[in-house]
Nanobody, 125 residues
Framework: QVTLVESGGGSVEAGGSLKLSCVAS????????MAWYRQPPGKGRELVSR??????????DSVDSVKDRVTISQDAAKNTLYLEMTNLKTEDTAMYYC????????????????WGRGTQVTVSS
């Protein structure tokens, strides 16, 4: 059983920063690849960043607009995944989801079988 619980969202002005957290159930890190996705209003889910089982961050497939403004990290001892976002823009407004995949090399959102309920980020101008 995998559970993921996100927190840290909120309302922030453009140019501000936020750090999101995702607490996972015991044992998820190391056997699952983790990711942060987001879903802007009226749009589909977008990959924000991924981190592999060995803790290597991956931004290659991240949506272009966030690549130089986000940092994904994890603390396995705390079973917690993080997403730091800086210089937030109004277009970053979205529901942010933590996801886990037991697939060897997940390639799309459909490959992530475990999802949290999300945390809302709202950026105002």
């Amino acid at each position: 059983q995998v559970t993921l619980v996100e927190s840290g969202g909120g309302s922030v002005e453009a140019g501000g920063s936020l750090k999101l957290s995702c607490v996972a159930s015991e044992g998820v890190f190391g056997r699952c690849e983790m990711a942060w996705y987001r879903q802007p209003p009226g749009k589909g889910r977008e990959l924000v960043s991924r981190i592999s089982r060995d803790g290597t961050a991956n931004y290659v497939d991240s949506v272009d607009s966030v690549k130089d403004r986000v940092t994904i990290s994890q603390d396995a001892a705390k079973n917690t995944l993080y997403l730091e976002m800086t210089n937030l823009k109004t277009e970053d407004t979205a529901m942010y989801y933590c996801a886990a995949s037991s697939r060897f090399i997940p390639t799309t959102a459909a490959d992530f079988g475990y999802w949290g309920r999300g945390t809302q980020v709202t950026v105002s101008s």
